[in-house]
Protein backbone atom coordinates (compact mmCIF):
# COMPACT_ATOMS: atom_id res chain seq x y z
CA UNK A 1 0.00 0.00 0.00
CA UNK A 2 1.25 3.71 -0.57
CA UNK A 3 2.57 5.61 2.38
CA UNK A 4 -0.49 8.15 2.04
CA UNK A 5 -2.77 5.16 2.64
CA UNK A 6 -0.94 4.02 5.98
CA UNK A 7 -0.71 7.53 6.77
CA UNK A 8 -4.28 8.55 6.19
CA UNK A 9 -5.46 5.00 7.91
CA UNK A 10 -3.38 6.05 10.98
CA UNK A 11 -5.55 9.74 10.83
CA UNK A 12 -8.89 7.64 10.52
CA UNK A 13 -7.04 6.04 14.24
CA UNK A 14 -6.45 9.45 15.05
CA UNK A 15 -9.93 11.08 13.92
CA UNK A 16 -11.85 8.21 16.00
CA UNK A 17 -9.55 9.37 19.41
CA UNK A 18 -10.33 12.89 18.62
CA UNK A 19 -14.37 12.36 18.60
CA UNK A 20 -13.83 10.81 22.20
CA UNK A 21 -11.13 12.90 23.83
CA UNK A 22 -11.26 16.18 21.59
CA UNK A 23 -9.51 18.22 24.33
CA UNK A 24 -6.38 16.80 23.91
CA UNK A 25 -6.14 18.65 20.37
CA UNK A 26 -5.00 17.82 17.14
CA UNK A 27 -1.54 16.90 18.54
CA UNK A 28 -2.34 12.86 18.96
CA UNK A 29 -3.88 13.17 15.42
CA UNK A 30 -0.61 14.27 13.87
CA UNK A 31 1.14 11.50 15.84
CA UNK A 32 -1.29 8.90 14.17
CA UNK A 33 -0.52 9.94 10.53
CA UNK A 34 3.25 9.95 11.46
CA UNK A 35 2.98 6.73 12.70
CA UNK A 36 1.31 4.81 9.90
CA UNK A 37 4.28 6.85 7.31
CA UNK A 38 6.83 5.93 9.67
CA UNK A 39 7.89 2.36 8.37
CA UNK A 40 8.39 3.45 5.49
CA UNK A 41 11.40 5.80 6.00
CA UNK A 42 12.91 2.23 5.31
CA UNK A 43 12.52 2.81 1.32
CA UNK A 44 15.84 2.87 0.73
CA UNK A 45 17.71 0.84 3.37
CA UNK A 46 16.17 -2.79 3.59
CA UNK A 47 12.70 -1.61 2.83
CA UNK A 48 9.88 -3.24 4.52
CA UNK A 49 12.70 -4.99 7.40
CA UNK A 50 14.53 -1.87 9.16
CA UNK A 51 11.78 -0.67 10.49
CA UNK A 52 8.72 -2.75 9.87
CA UNK A 53 7.93 -4.69 13.14
CA UNK A 54 4.30 -6.48 12.85
CA UNK A 55 5.09 -7.99 16.12
CA UNK A 56 7.27 -5.25 18.14
CA UNK A 57 5.18 -2.41 16.93
CA UNK A 58 2.37 -4.19 18.40
CA UNK A 59 3.76 -5.46 21.58
CA UNK A 60 4.82 -1.94 22.44
CA UNK A 61 1.28 -0.36 21.11
CA UNK A 62 -0.43 -2.60 23.74
CA UNK A 63 0.75 -1.13 27.04
CA UNK A 64 0.93 2.52 25.56
CA UNK A 65 -3.09 1.91 24.33
CA UNK A 66 -3.86 0.70 27.83
CA UNK A 67 -1.80 3.44 29.73
CA UNK A 68 -3.34 6.07 27.09
CA UNK A 69 -6.95 4.60 28.17
CA UNK A 70 -6.25 4.62 31.93
CA UNK A 71 -4.54 8.72 31.87
CA UNK A 72 -5.71 10.12 28.30
CA UNK A 73 -3.42 13.69 28.20
CA UNK A 74 -2.02 15.02 24.34
CA UNK A 75 1.20 13.10 25.41
CA UNK A 76 0.10 9.42 26.48
CA UNK A 77 -2.54 9.58 23.03
CA UNK A 78 0.11 10.80 21.06
CA UNK A 79 2.47 8.12 21.88
CA UNK A 80 -0.08 5.27 21.63
CA UNK A 81 -1.82 6.52 18.16
CA UNK A 82 1.73 6.54 16.96
CA UNK A 83 2.80 3.50 17.87
CA UNK A 84 -1.00 1.65 17.18
CA UNK A 85 -0.20 3.31 13.69
CA UNK A 86 3.00 2.36 12.97
CA UNK A 87 1.40 -1.41 14.03
CA UNK A 88 -1.01 -1.28 11.93
CA UNK A 89 1.20 0.07 8.69
CA UNK A 90 3.59 -2.91 9.80
CA UNK A 91 0.61 -5.47 9.80
CA UNK A 92 -1.36 -4.43 6.97
CA UNK A 93 1.37 -4.59 4.11
CA UNK A 94 1.33 -8.29 4.28
CA UNK A 95 -2.36 -7.98 2.66
CA UNK A 96 -0.33 -5.77 -0.01
CA UNK A 97 2.00 -6.45 -2.96
CA UNK A 98 5.65 -8.22 -2.88
CA UNK A 99 8.90 -6.07 -2.80
CA UNK A 100 9.69 -6.60 -6.61
CA UNK A 101 9.98 -3.41 -8.67
CA UNK A 102 6.74 -4.32 -10.37
CA UNK A 103 4.69 -5.89 -7.39
CA UNK A 104 1.82 -5.80 -10.40
CA UNK A 105 3.45 -9.43 -11.93
CA UNK A 106 3.25 -11.19 -8.39
CA UNK A 107 6.89 -12.62 -8.30
CA UNK A 108 8.09 -11.84 -4.76
CA UNK A 109 7.31 -13.76 -1.71
CA UNK A 110 8.12 -11.20 0.26
CA UNK A 111 5.35 -8.51 2.05
CA UNK A 112 7.10 -7.73 5.13
CA UNK A 113 9.90 -9.26 7.52
CA UNK A 114 8.44 -10.77 10.80
CA UNK A 115 11.77 -9.92 13.11
CA UNK A 116 10.11 -12.09 15.80
CA UNK A 117 10.17 -15.49 14.06
CA UNK A 118 12.96 -14.32 11.68
CA UNK A 119 11.62 -14.73 8.35
CA UNK A 120 9.37 -12.85 5.67
CA UNK A 121 5.55 -13.08 5.67
CA UNK A 122 4.70 -13.49 2.29
CA UNK A 123 2.01 -11.15 -0.06
CA UNK A 124 -1.63 -12.01 0.29
CA UNK A 125 -2.30 -9.57 -2.25
CA UNK A 126 -5.56 -8.28 -1.47
CA UNK A 127 -4.23 -4.71 -2.67
CA UNK A 128 -2.24 -6.46 -5.69
CA UNK A 129 0.29 -3.60 -5.63
CA UNK A 130 1.47 -0.06 -3.76
CA UNK A 131 -0.51 3.04 -6.32
CA UNK A 132 -2.87 -0.18 -7.71
CA UNK A 133 -6.53 1.55 -8.26
CA UNK A 134 -8.07 -1.10 -4.86
CA UNK A 135 -5.17 0.81 -3.43
CA UNK A 136 -6.41 4.78 -4.09
CA UNK A 137 -9.85 3.45 -3.36
CA UNK A 138 -8.61 2.80 0.12
CA UNK A 139 -7.09 6.33 0.14
CA UNK A 140 -10.39 8.15 -0.72
CA UNK A 141 -12.30 5.39 2.02
CA UNK A 142 -9.24 6.85 4.66
CA UNK A 143 -10.09 10.08 3.93
CA UNK A 144 -13.97 10.42 4.11
CA UNK A 145 -13.30 10.83 8.18
CA UNK A 146 -10.77 13.02 8.97
CA UNK A 147 -12.27 15.47 5.92
CA UNK A 148 -15.86 15.42 7.68
CA UNK A 149 -14.77 15.84 11.00
CA UNK A 150 -11.83 18.13 10.85
CA UNK A 151 -11.55 21.72 8.87
CA UNK A 152 -8.58 23.92 7.93
CA UNK A 153 -5.04 22.97 8.27
CA UNK A 154 -6.39 19.07 8.67
CA UNK A 155 -8.97 18.85 6.41
CA UNK A 156 -6.58 20.66 3.65
CA UNK A 157 -3.37 18.17 4.41
CA UNK A 158 -5.82 15.30 4.10
CA UNK A 159 -7.14 16.40 0.72
CA UNK A 160 -3.78 16.49 -0.52
CA UNK A 161 -2.84 12.95 0.49
CA UNK A 162 -5.31 12.20 -1.61
CA UNK A 163 -4.01 14.17 -4.53
CA UNK A 164 -0.64 12.94 -3.73
CA UNK A 165 -1.75 9.67 -3.93
CA UNK A 166 -3.64 9.90 -6.87
CA UNK A 167 -0.77 11.81 -8.99
CA UNK A 168 1.17 8.61 -7.60
CA UNK A 169 -1.11 5.66 -8.81
CA UNK A 170 -0.92 7.65 -12.15
CA UNK A 171 2.93 7.04 -12.65
CA UNK A 172 3.08 4.13 -10.68
CA UNK A 173 3.23 1.33 -13.44
CA UNK A 174 5.25 4.52 -16.26
CA UNK A 175 7.66 5.52 -13.51
CA UNK A 176 9.52 1.86 -13.01
CA UNK A 177 9.54 1.95 -17.05
CA UNK A 178 11.18 5.51 -16.92
CA UNK A 179 13.60 3.98 -14.06
CA UNK A 180 14.12 1.12 -15.99
CA UNK A 181 15.51 3.60 -19.39
CA UNK A 182 17.30 5.47 -16.92
CA UNK A 183 19.72 2.55 -15.42
CA UNK A 184 20.20 1.20 -18.51
CA UNK A 185 21.62 4.69 -19.92
CA UNK A 186 23.51 4.77 -17.14
CA UNK A 187 27.31 3.93 -16.80
CA UNK A 188 28.54 1.44 -14.08
CA UNK A 189 30.10 3.24 -11.76
CA UNK A 190 26.37 5.66 -11.01
CA UNK A 191 24.91 2.47 -10.86
CA UNK A 192 27.14 1.41 -8.19
CA UNK A 193 25.95 3.66 -5.70
CA UNK A 194 22.27 2.90 -6.48
CA UNK A 195 19.91 0.96 -3.98
CA UNK A 196 21.05 -2.95 -4.45
CA UNK A 197 17.44 -3.89 -4.71
CA UNK A 198 16.95 -1.29 -7.41
CA UNK A 199 19.76 -2.56 -9.62
CA UNK A 200 18.94 -6.02 -9.15
CA UNK A 201 15.72 -6.32 -10.52
CA UNK A 202 16.67 -3.98 -13.54
CA UNK A 203 19.62 -5.89 -14.76
ZN1 LIG B 1 5.31 -0.35 4.54
Given at each position: MMATTHALAGVVLGTAVWALVPEAGMLPVLAA????????????AGH??????????????????AVAALNPTTTTLAVALFLAAAALHSASDVLGGGLELKPWLGTSERAVYDHWNGRWLAPKR?????GAPEDLALTLAFAVPPVLVFDGLAETLVIAAVAV?????????P?????ETAVDAMPDHVVDYMPERFVRDFR
Amino acid sequence: MMATTHALAGVVLGTAVWALVPEAGMLPVLAAALGGLFPDFDLYAGHRKTLHFPVYFSALAAPAVAVAALNPTTTTLAVALFLAAAALHSASDVLGGGLELKPWLGTSERAVYDHWNGRWLAPKRLIRYDGAPEDLALTLAFAVPPVLVFDGLAETLVIAAVAVSGVYVLLRKPMVAIAETAVDAMPDHVVDYMPERFVRDFR
